[in-house]
């Protein structure tokens, strides 16, 4: 039986503007925390891959485009780097200006939709050396930021996000050392956060202020929290991590308010933010037209082993669960638990209004795919293809039980830089010889892709 998806429904991938352009510090752009930490300690980057090395689409990007065109991608969601379109914060760069005027026409040329992020994880240093978003001031730099890029881009750019995954650079920045600065501070992560929403906030009131014919959200990295079991203590980690992984910004940017027991737990344990008075109306006043949801694994949890009120890290509040039951993706070690897309899906048709949403990114990162390179030259990704359909299985099922979902984003369209890891792991429809000037060539995966977008369904 033929799974056939709604009509116009977007089949695609996702990428972003620090994992694929390179030239990180040509061409007007000026440094990123990423850069400035590549400087200083090379040695935490994977075989010294620095942001210098990702992609090389900043020149490949309109042999990009009709590889888009001949995989059958109609849509692509890339973001644009903060220090490239103002490299001093309040300067535009005309380079900058019509390299993604180009790109995003190049795109649109080719029948493939432009989805245009504006934060993936790449914090000016300008800003940073003034405290980053640890200040109320990156709240009013990146509104400024946004306008700019809605006045640049609004003619060719229909659908708009302001961040991905805020949760991951609040994480990996504050609390586990995994980006720059790479503190480990619980309360300061929180103010993060809440900066981070109060940025996108302002990033939507500045959209709908400059915008007519467009639509704005936001892309979060969701999965509702599996128990251990149904024991008070297990249930109650669950809710703590729902609250302060999921609810924290979906609640806030769907229905316009942050969760009264979120509230409540971080008072609780000492962490509440520094907030003004107008914060609540402007939440209130500024939600988002669609959701994306990036789905790589489940969150397992268990009540903490060593509780502490306050606490000092999430581990006092939940732990992780290693279920005992679970399939394996060795080379990230992350867990593969297709049904929770469809769990995503009757979430946000139950609890989240039925917004429109997609499946933002969704893929499978594996080491040393040179393994698995055929006579032809191609590799032969089937674990990647399982990987995929798998998961499309429970988003059909989702999609048929009413949940408003409208597409699908695989990450990602040619393998790209991943911050520490640099090319460790590969997750692209196209692979990327770094020893031959980026050249691309073709994967199982991409062929497949290209099937299952011209049936619109498989």
Not at 180 to 208: E, N, S, W
Not at 444 to 457: C, M, P, Q
Request: negative net charge.
């Amino acid at each position: 039986m033929t799974k056939t998806f709604p009509k116009n429904f977007l089949w695609g991938a996702a990428t972003s503007a620090p994992q694929t352009e390179g030239h990180s510090l040509l061409n007007g752009k000026s440094a990123s925390t990423w850069d400035y930490w590549f400087e200083i300690a090379p040695e935490k980057f994977n075989e010294n891959q620095g942001p210098k090395d990702t992609s090389n689409v900043y020149e490949m990007y309109r042999q990009d485009c009709q590889r888009m065109q001949d995989i059958g991608l109609n849509s692509l969601r890339t973001s644009i780097s903060w220090t490239r379109l103002l490299p001093d914060g309040k300067n535009l760069n005309q380079e900058a200006v019509k390299f993604y005027r180009d790109y995003f026409t190049c795109m649109l040329d080719h029948g493939v939709k432009p989805i245009i992020n504006l934060f993936h994880f790449d914090m000016p240093m300008w800003l940073m050396q003034k405290g980053g978003w640890e200040s109320r001031k990156a709240v009013d730099a990146f509104a400024f930021y946004a306008k700019t890029a809605f006045e640049q881009f609004g003619d060719l750019v229909k659908m708009w996000t302001t961040f991905n995954e805020p949760m991951v650079h609040v994480e990996c920045g504050y609390l586990y050392q995994f980006h720059y600065p790479a503190i480990v501070d619980f309360k300061k992560a929180v103010q993060v956060g809440y900066h981070t929403l109060m940025a996108h906030v302002c990033a939507v009131k500045a959209f709908r202020q400059t915008i007519t014919d467009g639509q704005i959200g936001i892309i979060l990295n969701i999965s509702p929290a599996y128990a251990r079991s149904d024991s008070p203590q297990d249930l109650a980690a669950k809710q703590a991590a729902d609250l302060l992984n999921t609810q924290s910004f979906l609640d806030p940017a769907v229905k316009g308010e942050i969760p009264q027991e979120l509230i409540d737990l971080v008072k609780l344990h000492e962490l509440t933010p520094q907030v003004l008075p107008e914060d609540k109306a402007l939440i209130k006043a500024y939600t988002v037209d669609f959701i994306g949801l990036n789905y790589y694994q489940p969150r397992r949890v268990k009540a903490p082993s060593q509780p502490l009120t306050p606490a000092k890290m999430p581990e006092n509040l939940y732990e992780p669960y290693d279920w005992p039951e679970k399939k394996i993706n060795p080379y990230r070690g992350w867990e593969i638990y297709p049904q929770a897309i469809y769990d995503v899906a009757i979430m946000m048709k139950e609890q989240y209004n039925n917004i429109p949403w997609y499946v933002s990114e969704n893929g499978m990162g594996v080491a040393d795919e040179e393994r698995f390179l055929n006579a032809d030259g191609m590799i032969e990704d089937d674990y990647r293809i399982e990987f995929m359909q798998d998961h499309l299985e429970y988003l059909y099922k989702g999609i048929q039980a009413g949940s408003n979902c409208f597409g699908y984003h695989s990450w990602t369209f040619v393998d790209c830089w991943s911050w520490l890891n640099g090319y460790r792991n590969r997750y692209g429809f196209y692979r990327v010889d770094l020893d031959n000037n980026f050249e691309r060539s073709i994967k199982k995966s991409g062929l497949w892709f290209k099937e299952v977008a011209h049936n619109n369904g498989f």
